[in-house]
């Protein structure tokens, strides 16, 4: 996929104030600091769409981006740990949770997880509600520059033996580090090939 322009939409909280579900539409999400937004400036071929932040927590918003003009990328809150109140991350809680239930053109949640990381709680509890609610998610492995090829391999065998306590296939799943631009053109070319079988309403 040729990115030929990506425009900042809206920020909000309130799901009805989102765009007309007229375009396809695709939720980046997971634990703060997981590299999210550099992941979402590598896919764009755009260095400040989204912001990046040494900070975790920075994303606070449900944060649309027109693609193309053709399809929205979603930037959602982080969850698991931030620097702000609990009461913030239970209302970011609830509209993200919200957000992903209501939003009827949501076609994949790209879940995105630290590769240098052992399996985390917090993003295997996530994708398993995403299954139980029955929404459709992918797998991106972020940072994976910062591991040699054997680590790197050690790190997604180790991943794939958790899901598969769980799931009798392992899920859709992309290997990508944002200063290499890797994995950039699989996770694009996946999102066309499910934008050709969207119907708009």
């Given at each position: ?6 425009e900042?939409?809206?920020s ?6 989102c ?6 539409e695709y939720a ?5 600091n997981?590299?999210?937004?550099s992941?979402i400036?590598?896919?764009t071929?755009h260095?400040?769409?989204?912001k990046?932040?040494g ?10 981006f027109v ?15 931030a620097?702000?109140?609990?009461t913030?991350?239970e209302k970011?809680q609830?509209?993200i949770?919200?957000?992903?239930l209501t939003?009827?053109n949501?076609?994949n ?8 990381l052992?399996p985390?709680?917090i993003?295997?509890e996530f994708m398993?509600w995403?299954a139980t ?7 991106v492995?972020t940072?994976t ?21 769980k ?8 290997v990508?580090s ?5 994995g950039r053109?699989e996770?694009?070319?996946y ?11």
């Amino acid at each position: 996929m040729v990115i030929h322009s990506a425009e900042f939409v809206i920020s909000n909280t309130e799901v009805e104030k989102c765009p007309a579900p007229k375009l396809a539409e695709y939720a980046f999400i997971g634990r703060s600091n997981v590299g999210k937004s550099s992941l979402i400036n590598m896919l764009t071929n755009h260095k400040k769409l989204a912001k990046t932040s040494g900070r975790p927590g920075k994303t606070q918003l449900i944060n649309h981006f027109v693609i193309n003009k053709e399809w929205y990328l979603v930037d959602l809150p982080g969850y698991g740990y931030a620097k702000t109140s609990k009461t913030n991350r239970e209302k970011w809680q609830t509209f993200i949770e919200e957000y992903l239930l209501t939003r009827e053109n949501l076609l994949n949640t790209f879940v995105l997880i630290d590769s240098r990381l052992e399996p985390q709680k917090i993003d295997v509890e996530f994708m398993e509600w995403c299954a139980t609610e029955g929404l459709p998610f992918s797998m991106v492995f972020t940072k994976t520059d910062k591991l040699s090829a054997v680590e790197l391999d050690k790190k997604l065998a180790k991943y794939k033996r958790e899901m598969l306590k769980k799931w009798e296939v392992m899920p859709p799943h992309f290997v990508t580090s944002s200063v290499s631009a890797k994995g950039r053109d699989e996770v694009m070319d996946y999102i066309s090939e499910i934008n050709e079988a969207f119907e708009p309403m």
